[in-house]
């Protein structure tokens, strides 16, 4: 009966270590949708402004070139195009911000999602581009995240490793992925991505169980998270 209760434990454990991963996973893609949104309001109202202004340098340049002599008219459409590249420059300019915020955000929500339950503080190393520091309320080291891609079934996998300071897995965040499949279902993808946590050394058939239809994907996820580890073993790192 004493190991029943402990098999029943460690079961219930799992199944909400699953749950937490299940819904951060949903609450990141919300966030991440609604941060592409954004943009897309910002550059239809930027166009929205750039067309009100041609419309009305275009009725001002009427208003000055009367005469449809050869001169004016080249002007005109010389004055038009520059104005017309000159708001393309500035709505790709804005478009591209906007989605270099927007993504930062996202990798900011993934780095606090892979150290669940406190609140951290993330430096980046300064000889490792891809580890940053976490920190405790306390200021102590609690632990790493690593910036990690691999190459999937149908593409590369970006993804965020969560590490303690004995190199076990805090969590596992995939923040952007063109795998199909099992790997593809959030609710699949998540359960996969719970199981990894807690362990040091993980091994798809071994330790870790694959995603059904999706054994290639899981085993690439199951790679960074490896090299992540070896990454920061590599840098001397506890």
């Known amino acids: 009966m004493p190991a029943r209760r402990k098999s029943l434990s460690a079961e219930a454990e799992e199944n909400v270590i699953s749950e937490k991963t299940q819904n951060a996973t949903v609450s990141f893609g919300k966030k991440l949708s609604a941060g592409l949104r954004g943009v897309l309001r910002k550059t239809g109202r930027f166009l929205l402004f ?3 202004m041609l419309c009305r340098f275009g009725r ?3 208003r000055v070139f009367k ?4 001169p004016n008219l080249m002007l005109m459409l010389f004055a038009v195009t520059a104005l017309i590249a000159a708001g393309l420059d ?3 300019h804005i478009t591209e911000n906007a989605i270099a915020e927007s993504r930062e955000a996202a990798f ?9 339950g ?9 000889d490792m581009d891809e580890v940053y520091k976490a920190f405790d309320g306390n200021g102590e080291l609690a632990g790493f995240a690593v910036y990690i891609t691999v190459n999937g079934y149908m593409g590369p996998i970006e993804m965020i490793v969560g590490l303690d300071r004995s190199m076990f897995v805090t969590g596992v965040k995939v923040i952007s992925s063109v795998e199909t499949g099992g790997f593809a279902d959030e609710s699949k993808q998540a359960a996969f991505l719970a199981r990894l946590v807690g362990k040091r050394d993980p091994s798809v058939g071994g330790n870790v169980d694959a995603i059904s239809g999706a054994t290639a994907s899981s085993k690439a996820v199951v790679q960074g998270v490896r ?4 990454l920061v073993r590599g840098g001397n790192q506890p």
């Open 118 to 126: 406190n609140t951290y503080t993330f430096a980046k190393m300064l």
């Open 108 to 116: 900011q929500n993934a780095l606090n999602e892979v150290f669940p």
């Open 67 to 70: 005469k449809d002599s050869a």
């Open 60 to 62: 001002f340049l009427r």
């Open 90 to 92: 500035t709505v790709v």
């Open 227 to 230: 090299n992540a580890i070896a």
């Open 50 to 52: 750039v067309i009100r």
